[in-house]
């Protein structure tokens, strides 16, 4: 009797619990570092020593798929809220919101408003409820107050700011008396440079080469500091780059009336929003007016690219091909790199390395989503992840069999912002508790759906 009793109690307790509950205390460190731009196949043009120590030595997937569309800011909140750019409301570098009636723009102060930022929480925020504090050197959007919160220690934006200088803030906020446990680093290049150049260009051997210098100083300094073997270091991207030419431009004054449409953002996926009552108008001088063009009406874009729910994709898209340019004319200038393109394209994805007591030593997974870092994330900070795109169970094998682990689940998206199917994200989650009092074994499988 007293055992059954013992047990009944465990399993109420059990019940109660969190389901992302510590099944080992130990507090794990993460950084997680992004090098703008880092096309997966950076790592063998030139010697890179340094990304390839951390593949010895760690773990490496060889195929990153990132979102739609693979521009910076869409893919880097992406990577810390595991949501598709649909979800998370950052749907492209310059964009407009016809409900707050503003622009989004990054040659703006209006990347700084936080409407534009809160139809998802970062993990920052998340780590920082679950009572840990975080670190951010320069990464996008960490500057910007979202839900009230700012990152418990943070740089404003400043390109000027070295390498060397975020490096050393990032160690000194491990290191303190009250050190974080998540803590993120971003650098400009070789984005700013495979713009300038081109991919396909000599010149950007060397700009890879300093990268992976750059690394190494990372290296060093977590090694000087007692760190590089007990912090997770995740080393990735947002998107790769293409090469692009002056011979290759669709200029929209050849096809449109400026007068007509107001033109969002361009190059490579232009966002076309058409004035009252010109919207047929504007999309029959489009839809086939370049064999190098695909044009959607909204509610046409490929489910494929998750991108089509949000009321800030406007009502007419124009996807360029792979090294095409989209601008209003060639007034505006081109540059020989350019992203943006459809990520199921190779030469827009990113890289994924990682090290750490976490991971495995000298393992190499075929492909994985951008998406699932975030529940990786959280699994391995020990906090519980928010509805998400991701899916824990696809980069498990990441992990060595003994790293800490949490009782997990991959939880379903929010409602789109936008017409959502009902029902369609609901998945199943299970989590399983054991129960041992004198001699009485009692499993419970606790089941919740998430919607």
Not at 163 to 183: H, Q
Not at 327 to 353: T, V, W
Request: charged content about 20%; glycine content about 6%.
């Amino acid at each position: 009797m007293t055992s059954k009793l013992l047990c009944a109690a465990f399993i109420l307790a059990a019940l109660t619990l969190s389901i992302t509950f510590s099944l080992q205390p130990d507090q794990q460190k993460v950084l997680l570092v992004s090098f703008d731009g880092f096309r997966w196949d950076y790592l063998y043009r030139v010697p890179t020593p340094h990304f390839h120590y951390v593949m010895k030595y760690g773990v490496h997937v060889k195929q990153v798929t990132n979102i739609f569309i693979t521009k910076t800011y869409p893919n880097h909140y992406t990577l810390v809220t595991g949501l598709f750019a649909e979800n998370h409301g950052i749907v492209a570098n310059d964009m407009f919101d016809p409900i707050l009636n503003k622009s989004f723009s990054l040659d703006t102060m209006n990347i700084y408003d936080s409407e534009f930022w809160e139809e998802a929480t970062p993990i920052w925020i998340t780590n920082q409820k679950a009572g840990h504090t975080s670190g951010a050197a320069m990464w996008p959007g960490t500057d910007v107050k979202i839900h009230e919160s700012f990152p418990t220690h943070y740089m404003l934006y400043n390109e000027s700011v070295s390498f060397e200088e975020r490096v050393a803030k990032i160690i000194e906020w491990f290191t303190s008396k009250e050190p974080i446990n998540l803590g993120l680093l971003y650098w400009e290049d070789p984005d700013d440079m495979g713009h300038h150049l081109g991919p396909d260009s000599p010149l950007m051997g060397p700009v890879i080469s300093d990268i992976d210098n750059k690394l190494g100083y990372l290296i060093q300094m977590l090694k000087k500091a007692n760190l590089w073997n007990t912090l997770n270091l995740i080393i990735t991207s947002d998107h790769g780059m293409t090469q692009c030419s002056e011979e290759r431009v669709i200029e929209l004054d050849q096809y449109l009336d400026k007068e007509h449409y107001l033109l969002i953002d361009q190059s490579p996926v232009a966002a076309i929003l058409p004035k009252e009552g010109k919207f047929d108008e504007v999309y029959e001088a489009l839809a086939h007016a370049h064999p190098n063009m695909t044009v959607y009406k909204k509610e046409e874009i490929p489910e494929r690219w998750h991108y089509k729910y949000n009321t800030r994709v406007q009502p007419i898209i124009a996807v360029a091909d792979e090294g095409w340019y989209i601008l209003q004319n060639k007034s505006e200038g081109l540059m020989l790199g350019n992203h943006g393109y459809d990520n199921a394209l190779a030469e827009m994805h990113p890289i994924f390395l990682a090290h750490g007591p976490a991971f495995r030593k000298n393992f190499t997974k075929a492909a994985m989503n951008a998406t699932d870092l975030y529940p990786l994330l959280c699994h391995l900070l020990g906090i519980p992840a928010l509805p998400h795109n991701g899916s824990l169970s696809s980069v498990q094998d990441l992990l060595r069999p003994t790293a800490p682990r949490t009782v997990t689940h991959t939880q379903s998206p929010p409602p789109h912002h936008g017409s959502g199917k009902p029902g369609e994200h609901e998945q199943e989650s299970n989590a399983y508790f054991i129960g041992v009092s004198l001699d009485t074994y009692c499993p419970v499988k606790y089941q919740q759906v998430f919607t």
